[in-house]
């Protein structure tokens, strides 16, 4: 049973620039979750998909957006990069129950900002 | 709103001994928590949860907690360290209704042989 997949491992990027990182739920699960994982820190939650839709947003600008698929696949778009978005970005799937989804994380991207 | 505080950003302890890592949680109902375990360049882990049901926590790899209402703690233990359980440890409360995570700041266990 595959886990949770995410592309690329590793992104570099110039400022001003836009990237999209992608996200393959683990099997049977229809949530996805976006975190930040800035260096030294804990993750700290972007959006969360369901149903195609964006269904919360933690304190980040609308230059972070997404969108997930019918498959359940999810991709996080960042435009006009600047050096501060440099971070892993963590991609969490889940099933929801309507109680405690438990969420299950991926490798990770590493988006160097330069 | 949800919180937790884990209490120590490093903990070292020598291989076989026993590992203890604090966090103290804040929450205005009864919580959810997790602890997480990420090992370098990786992503995270699920050690174990707490959901209400039994106060004790049984996870993988020897890792338990127990949930005290009393002290509002969610404290981590291993009763003899491994050389591989040294990464960062997160724990984490449930965001309710928002359904997000609320990620401590960690703690960097290192083992010592």
């Known amino acids: 049973d595959a886990g949770v997949t995410q592309s690329p491992t590793h992104l570099i990027k110039t400022r001003g620039q836009q990237v999209t990182l992608r996200c393959s739920p683990k099997s049977g699960h229809d949530t996805v979750s976006w975190y930040q994982q800035a260096l030294g820190q804990g993750p700290q939650f972007i959006f969360q998909?369901?149903?195609?839709?964006?269904?919360q947003r933690g304190n980040f600008p609308d230059r972070f957006s997404g969108h997930q698929f019918p498959n359940y696949s999810s991709e996080l778009n960042v435009n006009a990069l600047l050096l501060g978005d440099s971070a892993l970005y963590l991609c969490?799937?889940?099933?929801?129950?309507?109680?405690?989804?438990?969420?299950?994380f991926g490798p990770g991207t590493r988006l160097t900002v330069l | 709103a949800q919180s937790v505080t884990q209490l120590d950003s490093h903990v070292s302890v020598s291989e076989g001994t026993p590992v203890l890592l604090r966090c103290n949680y804040s929450s205005s109902y009864s919580p959810s928590l997790f602890w997480y375990v990420q090992h370098p360049n990786k992503g995270l882990q699920l050690l174990l949860k707490y959901t209400s049901a039994a106060t004790l926590v049984k996870g993988i790899n020897g890792f338990e907690a127990e949930f005290k209402k009393s002290e509002t703690s969610f404290h981590l233990t291993k009763p003899s360290a491994h050389m591989s359980d040294a990464a960062e440890y997160f724990c984490?409360?449930?965001?309710?209704?928002?359904?997000?995570?609320?990620f401590g700041t960690g703690t960097l266990l290192a083992v010592q042989p």
């Open positions: 998909y369901y149903e195609e839709e964006e269904r």
């Open positions: 969490a799937s889940s099933l929801r129950t309507g109680w405690t989804d438990t969420q299950y």
């Open positions: 984490v409360v449930y965001g309710g209704a928002t359904n997000k995570l609320i």
